[in-house]
């Protein structure tokens, strides 16, 4: 058996707090990290997934910051951007500059393949108000993204389907984990509320799963963004979304890959006042139902 860690959103480098749907508490991302630091010398992953949201701010010293954090964590890792990351013309550059070292062919969409486990890493553009696709946002996009990004759409350019299927082709010998920011599915019913904040799903989801059921070597499509867990099995396809770092439940998964599966677990930090911290009465919701933490995905 050997293991990754799925983390997602960890908004670092933001000294404003706010709420999702629990407090959104980006303060105490430095102590959260520490604690994190030390959990993952005990778990011992073979690399860490970070599934977007990386920064809070749009600047190259909040990208380079970041950068330090999850370098400080001691392990390999994989990083994409996310709405968060991936704002303005530059931010892709400085993104890149920054996570050289991490990205394989030192670009944003990346494929790689670890003991037998291929990985595909997308990094899906903004779709405008006149349906155009863009890698940056619209200004009044720009400009609301820190209070809430509601609204805004978020889609995968042809260019990379087009390169999702000539590697999927290359590699279809391989048992392939799809990894992006956006979900490809939207919140299951069963975890929706009133009154529940969506930040929203990937606005071309239908053209990816049609891409992808046509592999059926690709197992799981690793998402965050939504700030909630779930795992929801579609086709035979597993779509795990990871909650964020700041907000309650503040876990990640443990996903162990033995010869004929993989299992995801999901885990809390061994500090569990910064979960507490976060919990608003009544909203624990976004920790999952026992199907949205653990899941067995066949191999065979
Ligand atoms: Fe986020
Ligand atoms: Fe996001």
């Known amino acids: 058996m050997w293991r990754f860690v799925h983390l997602s959103d960890t ?65 390999p890792y994989y ?18 500059e920054a996570f050289l070292d991490r990205l394989p062919g030192g670009d944003t969409v990346y494929s790689f393949t670890h003991k037998g486990i291929h990985f595909c890493v997308l990094d899906p553009w903004w779709k405008w108000t006149d349906d155009a696709l863009v890698p940056f946002s619209e200004a009044p996009v720009r400009e609301s993204l820190a209070i809430e990004p509601i609204g805004s759409r978020w889609a995968i350019p042809p260019h990379e389907f087009a390169w999702l299927e000539e590697d999927l082709e290359v590699y279809s010998r391989y048992p392939t984990i799809i990894a992006l920011h956006f979900p490809a599915i939207p919140i299951p019913k069963r975890l929706k509320r009133k009154g529940l904040k969506d930040a929203g ?90 199907s949205d933490r653990t899941a067995v995905i066949p191999l065979v």
Request: charged fraction near 20%.
């Open 79 to 96: 990083p994409m951007g996310g709405n968060h990351d991936f704002v303005l013309e530059e931010s892709r550059d400085w993104f890149i």
């Open 11 to 75: 908004h670092l480098g933001s000294v404003v707090d706010g709420q999702w749907n629990n407090r959104f508490l980006c303060t105490m991302m430095p102590d959260v990290m520490n604690c994190l630091q030390r959990d993952l010398a005990e778990l011992n992953p073979d690399f860490i997934l970070v599934t977007g949201d990386i920064a809070s701010h749009q600047t190259r010293d909040a990208t380079f910051a970041s950068r330090d954090w999850l370098d400080a964590l001691g392990f």
């Open 201 to 290: 799903h990937l606005d071309n989801g239908d053209i990816l799963l049609d891409i992808l059921s046509a592999h059926p070597q690709v197992k799981a499509v690793c998402t965050g963004h939504v700030h909630m867990h779930f795992i929801e099995e579609i086709d035979g396809l597993m779509h795990i979304a990871t909650g964020a770092m700041p907000e309650f439940p503040t876990e990640y998964r443990d996903v162990q890959v033995y010869k004929d599966r993989i299992e995801i677990h999901t885990c809390g930090l061994s500090d569990t006042s910064f979960a507490s911290r976060s919990l608003i009465p009544g909203k624990d919701f976004t920790a999952g139902t026992e």
